[in-house]
């Protein structure tokens, strides 16, 4: 018998209305100590996410149910995205990078330094359409060895960075967070969204995205009501939808709070996947959740 717990959509404004989605929730595997980073590969119609204190990353298959081991040693990962040839990228915390693991397995690193200086511990990451990769990299990795290897900032600041697709070069975007954490792109990729973690509230800021690859602005566009937010994913409206302390929580475009999916653990991140991208994957605390829901992850730019 299934492991199911009732969905609990909580309208909060009308255009909430008719966003819902399966009447439970079904958690198809525990036994993380903390479960991150859900991408979702269709071309093999399964799911890799972590399990950060565990160190190691975990693969969920669509097809038979099953859930084994991805990468026992996975640098402690966190955050994770696939790109446009369809490869993982993770911020791997404990090793204070950020990789890509090719389709032969190898594993490639992208971003491990700023001018010199080793990064903290990456976070989250999303990939633009121009193949440009954008990361946060607050210290959660390096502060115990529990999800990561204790050590000090080399940096001294929790950053923004964005890796150049042709050269490789990792600049910085954004400096003025305190715990840059999850980030999303709106479906047209003109405004980047991130959270910071740390803020009081709270929150989650808007940039705009300009055609050099710089950021303007940098507004608060939302505020987490139930303790702090983590992971954001946009849907094909432009709805923001982001993990927090009781689940997930949806804003409006503009920023208002909408509704919410209230999950029986803690939510760290979330992603849509899929044949439609409207299988919904929550990573919560211990587990791995999903419910079929009424709207569609957003389509990025080919």
């Not at 595997?29 to 996410?49: M, N």
């Not at 993982?88 to 389709?103: A, K, M």
């Amino acid at each position: 018998m299934a492991d199911v717990t009732p969905a609990q959509f909580e309208l909060l404004d009308d255009r909430f209305t008719g966003i819902n989605g399966d009447y439970v929730v079904e958690r198809l595997w525990t036994g993380a100590r903390k479960t991150e980073g859900p991408v979702y590969f269709p071309a093999g119609r399964y799911l890799v996410f972590s399990d950060i204190p565990n160190d190691r990353l975990m693969r969920w298959d669509e097809t038979t149910g099953a859930t084994g081991v991805f990468r026992a040693g996975s640098g402690y990962a966190n955050g994770g995205t696939i790109d446009r040839q369809g490869r993982l990228i993770s911020c791997e915390q404990g090793n204070r990078r950020v990789t890509r693991t090719e389709h032969d397995g190898t594993v490639t690193v992208l971003a491990d330094r700023w001018e010199g200086k080793r990064l903290n511990s990456p976070n989250d990451v999303v990939v633009r359409a121009d193949g440009s990769i954008w990361f946060t990299d607050p210290p959660y990795g390096i502060l115990t060895d529990y999800e990561g290897n204790q050590g000090e900032s080399e940096i001294g600041a929790s950053y923004v960075y964005r890796i150049d697709p042709h050269t490789g070069a990792v600049t910085v975007v954004a400096e003025d967070f305190q715990r840059p954490n999850g980030l999303a792109f709106s479906p047209d990729e003109k405004k980047l969204y991130i959270a910071d973690t740390r803020g009081e509230p709270s929150h989650i800021r808007v940039f705009d995205v300009q055609d050099d690859g710089t950021l303007t602005g940098g507004k608060i566009h939302a505020l987490c009501t139930f303790g702090r937010f983590d992971g954001l994913r946009v849907d094909a409206a432009g709805r923001i939808w982001a993990a927090t302390w009781e689940g997930v929580h949806v804003f409006a475009p503009d920023g208002d709070l909408i509704g919410k999916l209230l999950m029986p653990e803690s939510v760290s991140n979330l992603t849509f996947g899929g044949p439609k991208r409207n299988q919904l994957y929550i990573t919560a605390a211990t587990s791995l959740y999903t419910l079929r829901v009424t709207v569609n992850g957003a389509q990025y730019p080919a």
